[in-house]
Each structure stands twice: as C-alpha cells, then as structure tokens.
T-cell receptor, first 114, second 113 residues
C-alpha cells in the first residue's frame, strides 16, 4: 500500500522568498507522484507530475519538484513566492499496478506575507 | 471551456433527506471519480467508474451510491445524509488508467442541517 506524508500543515513565507513544501511517500513499487493546488472553494488543479524519466519536473506557475528515490521524497519548490500562490497544496501518489487511485497527503496551507 | 462541471456548487439538505450531486465532463474520459473532502483534510476516494464498471472503495459507507448513465454524466446519491456527511464533494476524470492525470471539477459543498 502507498502513503504520503506532508511535513508542515501550514507554511508561511514572505513575498519573493523561496517556497519549499515537503512531501515524502511510501510505496512498494515505483510511484507516479503529483502535486495539486486548491484555492478556497475550488477543485484541485494539477501543478506537476512525475511518472518516469527526468527526476526534476517543472510545472505551472513557476513550480518545480524533484523526485529523489533514495530519500522517497518529492518536495515542491518555487524560487520566489507571489501573493497569488497562497493556497492549499496536496501531494499525491499513485502506483502503476493494482489500486490505481490517488492517495493524497493531508495538505499544506501556504500563506504568503506581503 | 469548462471540462468537469459540478452542480450545484452549494447544496443544503436536511438530516436524512436524500440528495443527489451531479458531475458532467466534456473530455470524453473513460474514468470518473468521486471524492469526499472534509474541512482541512485530504480528498478521500469514495468510488470510481471505468466506463460502466463501478469500483467501490472498501470503506465507503453504504449510504453513498453512484450512477453513471452515460460517458458524460456521473451522479452521487446520498440516501440518508447525516451531519457527518457535510463536506466538499469533488468529481474528477481521467482518460484511462494509462493517462495518470486526474482533472477535477470545482466541487459541491454539502451542508446538512
């Protein structure tokens, strides 16, 4: 079975500062990994995903994430935070076989201070 | 432009009164999902359809049912809503199992009085 742990339910950064949202996963088989963003009272929007190939993945809105198998991590970063980045971020994992549904982490709420 | 549409966006029902939430998609995707998301929690998969094949999660209460009359539409029926069923309900689609990306609708927020 797979699982996802997001460290830090709330993260606060200043506008222009580095954003780092942490995600660690557990999976017995190679995973697909995703980051989704959710704005208040909205559905989830895909930021980026890792399936195979290059371990550094670039997504929308200047976000990127790096798959590190040895650390079982898939941390999300953005060099310079913008006020519009304030939202809830969910990391999710899915495996290639068996139960193919997404398993989500508990989410990290990002606040951006002016 | 909307790809996954959910109606209504907000639904108020009474304790024990059946309610139906609607989802439609213009993507012609084979797979449709229903998630329940309670306040400050991660979305939790209730069930999904691959075409007409229904797949229920083991811990989804019997109170929750779903119908998919055609490719475009999927409904979530809550037969006897309890106070604990108040949540955001998210519909999502994916092309198939090979296509990993799930596309989410805006959600329906359900309030049970």
């Amino acid at each position: 079975a797979q699982s996802v742990t997001q460290l830090g339910s709330h993260v606060s950064v200043s506008e222009g500062a580095l954003v780092l949202l942490r995600c660690n996963y557990s999976s017995s088989v190679p995973p697909y990994l995703f980051w989704y963003v959710q704005y208040p009272n909205q559905g989830l929007q895909l930021l980026l995903k890792y399936t195979t190939g290059a371990t550094l993945v670039k997504g929308i809105n200047g976000f990127e994430a790096e798959f590190k198998k040895s650390e079982t991590s898939f941390h999300l970063t953005k060099p310079s935070a913008h006020m519009s980045d304030a939202a809830e971020y969910f990391c999710a994992v899915r495996v290639h076989t068996g139960r193919r549904a997404l398993t989500f982490g508990s989410g990290t709420r990002l606040q951006v201070q002016p | 432009d909307a790809m996954v549409i959910q109606n209504p966006r907000y639904q108020v029902t009474q304790f024990g009164k059946p309610v139906t939430l609607s989802c439609s998609q213009t993507l012609n995707h084979n797979v449709m999902y229903w998630y329940q998301q309670k306040s400050s929690q991660a979305p939790k998969l209730l069930f999904h359809y691959y075409d007409k094949d229904f797949n229920n999660e083991a811990d989804t209460p019997d109170n929750f049912q779903s119908r998919r009359p055609n490719t475009s539409f999927c409904f979530l029926d809550i037969r006897s809503p309890g106070l604990g069923d108040a949540a955001m309900y998210l519909c999502a689609t994916s092309r198939d199992w090979v296509e990993e990306t799930q596309y989410f609708g805006p959600g329906t927020r359900l309030l049970v009085l």
